[in-house]
């Protein structure tokens, strides 16, 4: 009898571990952020890696990888660009946000690096974010595949925890 009940708990231990998600590697991961471009122009410094342009930026992230749900190479009149879906709540913050901020830009952070720019020309009503990055044409499936491996990993994670 006691050895049954041993069986039944280390069952339960063993199904139980199966349920928590393995963490995604270090190499793996790739986080995106986009922050609001400070109205005067001072704020936080970025610079675009090959641009050069300088900005200066709110501190708070507008867009987090949180809000992220998918993340596309797509492409479009001016060429390769990705595509951000946000969630719908944050969809309806963005299209707020970008309705009050025409002509300024928001500018997408990988990994805390300044990697892309996009000047807001309308209100975003959709919840797609189209934003060119200063990155090789050929390091854009790669860094596509890192950034949705990292949305389906915290998307998880936010259904679990939720």
């Known amino acids: 009898m006691l050895r049954t ?3 039944f708990v280390s069952l339960a231990l063993a199904l139980g571990g199966c349920a928590s998600t393995q963490p995604l590697p270090a190499a793996a991961r790739l986080t995106a952020r986009f922050h609001l471009e400070n109205q005067q122009g001072q704020g936080v410094p970025a610079t675009l890696p090959r641009s050069g342009l300088n900005l200066g930026l709110n501190p708070q992230p507008v867009v987090t990888e949180g809000d992220i749900i998918n993340v596309e190479l797509v492409q479009v009149e001016l060429g390769r660009c ?3 879906q946000v969630s719908p709540s944050a969809a309806r913050d963005l299209y707020r946000m970008t309705g009050s901020n025409q002509g300024r830009r928001l500018v997408l952070f990988l990994d805390g690096v300044a990697s892309g720019v996009r000047r807001i020309d309308g209100p975003i009503a959709d919840g797609i974010l189209y934003c060119f990055v200063e990155v090789d044409d050929e390091a854009l499936p ?6 949705r491996r990292t949305t389906e990993f915290l998307q998880r994670e936010l259904r679990r925890k939720g």
């Open 5 to 7: 009940g041993l069986l």
């Open 142 to 147: 790669g860094l596509v595949e890192k950034l």
């Open 82 to 84: 990705l595509m951000f």
